[in-house]
Nanobody, 125 residues
Framework: QVQLVESGGGLVQAGGSLRLSCAAS????????MGWFRQAPGKEREFVGA????????RYADSVKGRFTVSADNAKNTVYLQMNALKPEDTAVYYC??????????????????WGQGTQVTVSS
């Protein structure tokens, strides 16, 4: 079993920054993709960004490109989501998720096997 624990959420003003962390433990895949998703009230959970276990490849949703950065510390089994220039529309619960390594379907929720409990990010205007 795999456990994913997010941290770092909170309240920030528009234009500010936050860094989320996702620590993985348990029987993780040897090679994997860690994704970040978010869900705002009344909306579907959507893809934000993802990274391979060794940090070699990253992908982002268009809505966050240039503002958000996903990074990985393989030694710590931890992935980060650095969020800059935050906007009120970034307000959501942010989840990390893990799946086996694959070149396909990075942005699809159903492709991920394990999920964290989520952390709230609120951006005030």
């Amino acid at each position: 079993q795999v456990q994913l624990v997010e941290s770092g959420g909170g309240l920030v003003q528009a234009g500010g920054s936050l860094r989320l962390s996702c620590a993985a433990s348990g029987r993780t895949f040897r090679t994997y993709i860690m994704g970040w998703f978010r869900q705002a009230p009344g909306k579907e959970r959507e893809f934000v960004g993802a990274i391979t276990w060794n940090g070699d490849d990253t992908r982002y949703a268009d809505s966050v490109k240039g503002r958000f950065t996903v990074s990985a510390d393989n030694a710590k089994n931890t992935v980060y989501l650095q969020m800059n220039a935050l906007k009120p529309e970034d307000t959501a619960v942010y989840y990390c998720a893990m799946r086996r390594i694959s070149p396909y379907r990075w942005g699809e929720r159903s492709a991920y096997d394990y999920w964290g409990q989520g952390t709230q990010v609120t951006v005030s205007s």
